[in-house]
């Protein structure tokens, strides 16, 4: 498979276009910098389909969906915004469609199911395309589900890549940008493959939690709560999932902005199970046991840093002592032999 050109059919499922939005804000790269080839090792990429960015329009977009499934656009990389329905539950309706052709509805699933078995590589961006997201929420009307379940964990693309998954509702726009970069390198033997967790995450964005980066993580370490917002404090009275959730959102684009850092509680909106428990109800206070751990360990750790700081004291009084001992026991003696007690 030749990889110096490459296609880019982004679909957009059960979706409110954040993820879209959010990647025309990535600033480390920009979308410009890698669409006009500007990153070395990033040439030669094409956004072949996207509804709400490319020009074509009606049938001539569609014309696109209906080549690319016939294998006019090989190799593309094909990427997921939004949640897929069970079209199962959908009785004599249908749930989602994404064109029509020869009169004929093509429906979202449909068209991955098709896509599916020939792209290179599969990324899903946004908490819906990964792991189901807003749409399946409980109840979860539609039966909406991530690429992740609804390809299956085992599923790899035309190079042998697993699905990559950028969650977050949407997610920080650099962590897309820069993980689809990887991806392509990847593809193309200049970087080595991303690293991924059981949640197909890579881990060099989604390694820790809110809590471990958390720009306001003093105020944590001090024991200064906020109690109402707009309170200075760590906001983990208030609601914050931080520590219940890996996500790097230090700071949104281009170094500013962010959850926890202009004082929003973390919703949890990388975490697989999002909307759903253990993230929600939104305001309410995350699971006590990762903070008791935590803090314990905190507690065990910070002992350690005391001591670690402490030494060069310590190293310095011990020779001292015992001459301190010495000069009481003469004192002591002293005392005695004028008859007082001490
Ligand atoms: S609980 Fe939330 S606000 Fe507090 S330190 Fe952790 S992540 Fe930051
Ligand atoms: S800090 Fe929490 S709410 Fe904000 S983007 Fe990360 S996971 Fe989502």
């Known amino acids: 498979m030749g990889l110096e050109e490459i296609n880019i059919i982004w679909l957009e499922g059960q979706d409110c276009a954040g993820d879209t939005i959010t990647i025309k804000q990535a600033s480390n790269p920009t979308l410009i910098d890698v669409l006009t080839g500007a990153i070395p090792g990033l040439g030669g990429l094409k956004l072949a389909y996207h509804p709400t960015l490319m020009f074509e329009w009606g049938d001539d977009a569609t014309q696109i969906l209906v080549d690319a499934m016939e294998g006019k656009y090989d190799p593309f990389v094909l990427i997921l915004e939004g949640s897929i329905p069970d079209e199962s539950k959908a009785g004599d309706g249908v749930f989602c469609v994404i064109g029509e052709h020869d009169g004929k509805l093509l429906k979202l699933s449909d068209v991955i199911d098709s896509l599916a078995q020939r792209c290179a590589a599969a990324v899903a961006i946004g908490t819906c395309a990964a792991y189901g997201g807003i749409p399946s929420g409980n109840p979860n009307p539609t039966g909406a589900q991530g690429l992740l379940d609804y390809l299956g964990k085992e599923w790899t693309g035309g190079l042998g890549l697993p699905i990559i998954c950028i969650p977050g509702c949407p997610p920080?726009?650099?962590?897309?940008?820069?993980?689809?970069?990887?991806?392509?390198?990847?593809?193309?033997?200049?970087?080595?493959?991303?690293?991924?967790?059981?949640?197909?995450?890579?881990?060099?964005?989604?390694?820790?939690?809110?809590?471990?980066?958390?720009?306001?993580?003093?105020?944590?370490a001090e024991g200064t709560d906020a109690h109402a917002f707009g309170d200075t404090g760590c906001l983990?009275?208030?609601?914050?999932?931080?520590?219940?959730?890996?996500?790097?959102?230090?700071?949104?684009?281009?170094?500013?902005?962010?959850c926890t850092g202009t004082g929003v509680p973390c919703f949890g909106c990388t975490h697989p199970d999002f909307p759903d428990a253990p993230t929600s109800p939104f305001f309410a206070k995350a699971p006590a046991m990762p903070f008791i751990i935590e803090n314990m360990k905190g507690m065990l750790a910070h002992a350690e840093m005391g001591f670690e700081r402490f030494k060069p004291v310590l190293e310095a009084l011990l020779p001292l002592v015992p001459e301190f001992i010495e000069d009481l026991d003469r004192q002591m003696e002293e005392a005695k032999d004028k008859g007082r007690k001490i």
């Open 236 to 258: 983990g009275a208030l609601g914050c999932k931080g520590i219940i959730t890996n996500c790097n959102n230090t700071t949104w684009a281009d170094g500013y902005g962010g």
């Open 172 to 220: 920080r726009p650099d962590n897309i940008i820069q993980i689809l970069g990887q991806a392509v390198l990847a593809a193309r033997g200049l970087a080595p493959l991303p690293e991924l967790d059981e949640w197909h995450r890579p881990v060099a964005f989604y390694g820790y939690t809110m809590h471990e980066l958390c720009p306001i993580c003093g105020f944590y």
